[in-house]
C-alpha cells in the first residue's frame, strides 16, 4: 500500500530534550516536506527537499533540521524544542516535476512542556 | 505568491444532500495544481481531488467534483449525497510547478463541514 508513514503519532516531552520525527514513503518520490498546522495559522512549511541530499527552508524552519540521506526518508530534527513548537506536524511527499498532490502521513502530536 | 480564500468557516448540510465548499485563489503562476484535502477530527490529512490550470475537464472522484472556474479562479469543491462521515474540516490547496519553493502547498483556512442526519 502506498503511504506516507510518521513517528511517533504522540509525544509528550520537555524543552530542551532533543528530537526526532521519522517520515518515510514507499512511493519512490523525489519531492518530500514537512509542516506544521496551528489554530489560527493554518498550515505552514518547515523544510523541504528536491530530492536527495537537497534541502531547503520553508517557511518556518527556525529551531529545525533535516537531512535527506536516502529518498525515502526525510526525519525532522528539534535540537532543543520548545514550547512554541508544540504543535501538529505532517510529513508529505509528491513527484517532483509536476503539480501532483502530496500524499500526508497521519501526523505526529507533538507537546513540548 | 499564492493565495487561497475559502470564506466559509463552518457549513451544515442534510443528509443525502448535496453541499458547494467554496474556494478562490489567486496566483501570478500560468501552471499550478488545485486540491482538496479532507481533515477529520481524529487529524489526519486525506488527499480528495486534483485539478490541474490546464485541464479542461471538472476533475471527478467518485462523489466529489471540482466545480473549476479558471477565468474566475475558483475552484469549488462539491460533495453530493452527503454522508455523516463526511462531517470533518476541508482544505482548498494550490502548488506552482516551477519547482523548490514554489511546489510547497499554499493551503486555504478550511471550511468545517457537518452533515445533520
Known amino acids: 500500500e502506498a503511504q506516507v508513514t510518521q513517528n511517533p503519532r504522540y509525544l509528550i516531552t520537555v524543552t530542551g530534550k532533543k528530537l526526532t520525527v521519522t517520515c518515510s514513503q514507499n512511493m519512490n518520490h523525489e519531492y518530500m516536506s514537512w509542516y506544521r498546522q496551528d489554530p489560527g495559522l493554518g498550515l505552514r512549511q518547515i523544510y523541504y527537499s528536491m530530492n536527495v541530499e537537497v534541502t531547503d527552508k520553508g517557511d518556518v524552519p527556525e529551531g529545525y533540521k533535516v537531512s535527506r540521506k536516502e529518498k525515502r526518508n526525510f526525519p525532522l530534527i528539534l535540537e532543543s524544542p520548545s514550547p512554541n513548537q508544540t504543535s501538529l506536524y505532517f510529513c508529505?511527499?509528491?513527484?517532483?516535476?509536476?503539480?501532483?498532490?502530496?500524499?500526508f502521513g497521519d501526523g505526529t502530536r507533538l507537546s513540548i512542556l | 505568491a499564492q493565495k487561497i480564500t475559502q470564506t466559509q468557516p463552518g457549513m451544515f448540510v442534510q443528509e443525502k444532500e448535496a453541499v458547494t465548499l467554496d474556494c478562490t485563489y489567486d496566483t501570478s503562476d500560468q501552471s499550478y495544481g488545485l486540491f482538496w484535502y479532507k481533515q477529520p477530527s481524529s487529524g489526519e490529512m486525506i488527499f480528495l481531488i486534483y485539478q490541474g490550470s490546464y485541464d479542461e475537464q471538472n476533475a471527478t472522484e467518485g462523489r466529489y467534483s471540482l466545480n473549476f472556474q479558471k477565468a474566475r479562479k475558483s475552484a469549488n469543491l462539491v460533495i453530493s449525497a452527503s454522508q455523516l462521515g463526511d462531517s470533518a474540516m476541508y482544505f482548498c490547496a494550490m502548488r506552482g510547478t516551477r519547482g523548490g519553493s514554489n511546489y510547497k502547498l499554499t493551503f486555504g483556512k478550511g471550511t468545517l463541514l457537518t452533515v445533520n442526519p
Open positions: 508529505a511527499s509528491s513527484p517532483g516535476t509536476s503539480a501532483q498532490p502530496q500524499h
